[in-house]
């Protein structure tokens, strides 16, 4: 329940504090006083697409703020968009909405948090379900009349599956659309096979070409490396005089000096014995690597030639050898797609195929619900409209299979008739701009009960009625409010003598400039203001205190 209501600067309002009643609320005034622009912030609160026109002249910014009471059975709901967005909500508290639209950016709240506008639309429609007359139109399309009879049926779920198998089946579709993209043609399987006849022929592996490069060149300077190999291994340890024998020279003057006096070469005998191992090490090492150096022509010869298979293939398909097992791979992958392609479509008209037939199912299903809900919903609304003066319309909602999609295998249209003996017909065809307001009015008290959303919102579909009918109509949407919280603009006397809560929307001239005020009436005002609704005059105000006393 929308509990308090606080507009700033938001076009002709400078500043207006309202506090709902939870029953029927009714707000009312001249044609061009403000009504609309209080419907508008109110739709601004719940997430509405911003105009930066609606901030008043003069001023840097507009804010609307609302304050909420969340029933009971919507604390899930609520906390289920809240929670996972870090909101803080304390369901004996009230949920308080607000939104600050500056000249070059807009802030969203929920409860001082900064919020998304997304975020505020999902809170929004679990709170409020507003109605505009401009919506009667859309009743004459028949997606908007099945709309309507799920919405009664309770059918979220049922559709929910056909929406989630149509999904299924889209994506199904588009990936079998890249498949048949992806799949060459005989030329390019050509190209293909001999692309992998001849990298498969010389068979690289990875890292295959710096190795061999490596080795080349070592081996292409074989004789070089393995005489300098000699040269070195002779200064280290075969020649007369070489550094093992001037290390084993110095290892015996400190011996020398270790019989004078053994702490004058403390740690030297070690160090020179450890020196003298490292040096036979070395030398050994390095005749190792002169035997290992390839002297073999045929050898060489060999590794030439394979440097050169490489190079062709890496110039052909590279420029580096990795490059080239990559298209290798692609090229394999390509072939066995084209190879593959009667299994893979096989594969894919069987997916196809069940779900489709989950599909089936799933629609047949809604449909049933459908079917067996269309009748009541149909008694109801004719129920309705009896009570707001159409005591002999007949409604009827007829069936046409289709497709099944996200919407099931249904195709409806609302069949009606205004008068004794008359066939129904499509809305289409033959209801009137005032029988249309009637029928929405209908509906919507309908679906507001089936709804159970906790606060609805007419904007004057009430328009194109009149006499009793308007008695009718105020009656009815006082007993919607007897269930829920009910905000009613409308130019309706007979309406607004019903109201719980009654505000007046007035434009007012303050120092050359103009602005609408909005406040709740108190008896006195509410009979000069349903006074007015009846034409104006001391007779229409005696006839407001009689209607209002007969209430």
């Not at 508008?40 to 509405?48: D, I, M, P, T, Y």
């Not at 609520?78 to 070059?104: C, D, H, N």
């Not at 609302?414 to 249309?436: C, H, T, Y």
């Not at 007035?506 to 400039?513: A, D, M, P, S, V």
Request: hydrophobic fraction near 40%; aromatic fraction near 4%.
């Amino acid at each position: 329940m929308l509990t308090f209501v606080k507009i700033t600067n938001f076009a002709l309002i400078e500043e207006a504090e309202l506090e709902f009643a939870p029953g029927f609320n009714v707000v009312t005034g001249e044609s061009g006083a403000g009504k609309s622009i209080l419907m508008g912030a109110v739709e601004l609160l719940l997430g509405g697409r911003v105009d930066r026109g609606v901030i008043r002249t003069g001023c840097s910014y507009c804010a609307v703020t609302g304050s909420f009471e969340v029933p009971e059975y919507l604390v899930a709901n609520i906390e289920a968009i809240l929670i996972p967005a870090g909101i803080p909500f304390e369901k004996s508290e009230p949920l308080q909405l607000r939104r600050v639209i500056g000249a070059t950016n807009v802030r969203n709240f929920v409860n001082d948090t900064p919020v998304s506008a997304r975020l505020l639309t999902a809170i929004g429609g679990q709170l409020i379900d507003i109605h505009g007359a401009n919506e009667q139109l859309s009743l004459l399309i028949p997606a908007r009349q099945l709309e309507m009879l799920d919405r009664y049926a309770g059918a979220e779920p049922q559709l929910e599956q056909c929406r989630l198998i149509t999904e299924e089946l889209d994506a199904l579709k588009r990936e079998r659309e890249d498949f048949d993209r992806q799949l060459p043609d005989e030329a390019e399987r050509g190209l293909l096979e001999l692309q992998l006849e001849d990298i498969d022929k010389v068979n690289p592996t990875l890292g295959e070409d710096e190795e061999l490069s490596l080795r080349f060149k070592i081996a292409g300077n074989s004789r070089q490396v393995v005489e300098t190999a000699r040269q070195l291994t002779e200064m280290l340890t075969e020649q007369e005089n070489g550094v093992a024998d001037q290390l084993g020279s110095v290892y015996r003057k400190l011996l020398e000096l270790s019989r004078i006096d053994e702490a004058l070469t403390t740690g030297f005998l070690e160090e020179c014995d450890r020196l003298q191992q490292s040096i036979g090490t070395l030398s050994s090492r390095i005749g190792e690597l002169a035997e290992k150096v390839e002297l073999d022509p045929e050898a060489l010869s060999a590794m030439e030639s394979r440097i050169g298979e490489l190079f062709t293939l890496k110039r052909r398909y590279g420029p580096t050898l990795e490059q080239v097992l990559t298209l290798r791979e692609e090229s394999a992958h390509r072939l066995e797609l084209f190879r593959n392609t009667a299994a893979r479509r096989a594969e894919f008209d069987l997916r196809k195929k069940q779900l489709a037939e989950k599909l089936q199912e799933e629609a047949e299903k809604l449909s049933i619900l459908r079917k067996k809900c269309a009748a009541s919903f149909a008694t109801k609304v004719m129920q309705k409209l009896t009570a707001i003066g159409f005591a002999k319309s007949v409604l009827e909602v007829e069936f046409t299979q289709v497709e099944p999609g996200a919407n099931g295998m249904d195709r409806i249209e609302l069949l009606f008739s205004a008068n004794a003996g008359e066939s129904v017909q499509p809305l289409r065809k033959i209801a009137s701009s005032g029988e249309l307001s009637r029928l929405m009015l209908a509906l919507k008290t309908v679906l507001a009960d089936a709804d159970l959303i906790p606060m609805v919102v007419f904007d004057e579909i009430d328009v194109n009625i009149g006499g009793e009918t308007a008695n009718q109509v105020g009656k009815e949407l006082h007993n919607l409010g007897k269930n829920r919280q009910i905000l009613c603009i409308s130019h309706l006397a007979q309406v607004a003598a019903r109201a719980d809560r009654h505000f007046g929307v007035e434009k007012l001239t303050k120092e050359g400039r103009t602005y609408s005020r909005c406040r709740e009436l108190n008896q006195p005002e509410q009979i000069k203001e349903i006074g007015r609704m009846l034409g104006g005059g001391a007779s229409a105000e005696t006839h407001a205190k009689d209607i209002l006393s007969n209430l």
